[in-house]
C-alpha cells in the first residue's frame, strides 16, 4: 500500500519569497513521486518527477525538489515566488508495478503581492 | 500536440438523473484513467484501461456507475442514477505505453463539474 501526506493545506508567501510545499510518502517499495499543479478550472499539469537517479530533481517554472529516503519526503520548493505560481499543488506516489496514482489533499499556494 | 478533452466541461443535474461523461485522450495513448476529485482533495482513481479494457476497476461503485471504452480510444463514465455526493469534478488522463511503466508521465484533461441538485 502507499499513501502521502501533504502538511499544511494552505501555504502564503509573499512575492520574491522562498516556496515550499511539504510532501511525504509512504510505500513499502521504491516509490515514484510526482508533483502536479492544478490552476482553477483546469486538469492537472506535471511539474516534476523522481523515479530513479539524482534525488534532487528540477521541475518547470523554477521548482525543484529533493527525494530523502531516510525521511520518505519529497518537499517542493522554488527560491522565488511569483504571482503566477498561485495554484493547488499535489504530491503523488506510485510504487512497484501498480500504475496508480496516490494523490496527497493538495495545497493551495498564495503569493501576496 | 493537442491535449486530453472532455466534455462537457460543466453539468448540473437533479438526483436520480443519469449522466455522462466524455474523454478522448491523446493521440497514440493506450492508458486512460478516469479520477474523481472532491472539493479541497487530491483526485481518486475511478477506473482504469489498457486500451480496451478495464484492468483496474476496484474503485468505481459499480451499482451506479460505468464505463466504455470501445475501440480502445474515446472513453464514456456513466452515473445512473445520480446521487447528491456525486458531485465533484471526473477528471480524464491518459499515459502513453513506454518502458518505464509506472514513472510514465499521467495527462490530465480539464474535467467536468458535475452539480447533482
Known amino acids: 500500500a502507499q499513501s502521502v501526506t501533504q502538511l499544511g493545506s494552505h501555504v502564503s508567501v509573499s512575492e520574491g519569497a522562498l516556496v515550499l510545499l511539504r510532501c511525504n510518502y509512504s510505500?513499502?517499495?521504491?516509490?515514484?513521486l510526482f508533483w502536479y499543479v492544478q490552476y482553477p478550472n483546469q486538469g492537472l499539469q506535471l511539474l516534476l518527477k523522481y523515479t530513479t537517479g539524482a534525488t534532487l530533481v528540477k521541475g518547470i517554472n523554477g521548482f525543484e525538489a529533493e527525494f530523502k529516503k531516510s525521511e520518505t519526503s519529497f518537499h517542493l520548493t522554488k527560491p522565488s515566488a511569483h504571482m503566477s505560481d498561485a495554484a493547488e499543488y499535489f504530491c503523488?506516489?506510485?510504487?512497484?508495478?501498480?500504475?496508480?496514482?496516490?494523490f496527497g489533499s493538495g495545497t493551495q499556494l498564495t503569493v501576496l503581492p | 500536440e493537442a491535449g486530453v478533452v472532455q466534455s462537457p466541461r460543466y453539468k448540473i443535474i437533479e438526483k436520480k438523473q443519469p449522466v455522462a461523461f466524455w474523454c478522448n485522450p491523446i493521440s497514440g495513448h493506450n492508458t486512460l484513467y478516469w479520477y474523481l476529485q472532491n472539493l479541497g482533495q487530491g483526485p481518486e482513481l475511478l477506473i482504469r484501461?489498457?486500451?480496451?479494457?478495464?484492468?483496474?476497476d476496484s474503485q468505481l461503485p459499480k451499482d451506479r456507475f460505468s464505463a466504455e471504452r470501445l475501440k480502445g480510444v474515446d472513453s464514456t463514465l456513466k452515473i445512473q442514477p445520480a446521487e447528491l455526493g456525486d458531485s465533484a469534478v471526473y477528471l480524464c488522463?491518459?499515459?502513453?505505453?513506454?518502458?518505464?511503466?509506472?514513472?510514465?508521465?499521467?495527462?490530465f484533461g480539464p474535467g467536468t463539474r458535475l452539480t447533482v441538485l
Open positions: 510505500s513499502s517499495v521504491p516509490p515514484y
Open positions: 503523488a506516489v506510485t510504487a512497484g508495478s501498480a500504475r496508480q496514482l496516490t
Open positions: 484501461y489498457e486500451n480496451e479494457e478495464a484492468v483496474d
Open positions: 488522463a491518459s499515459s502513453p505505453r513506454v518502458a518505464g511503466g509506472p514513472s510514465n508521465e499521467q495527462f
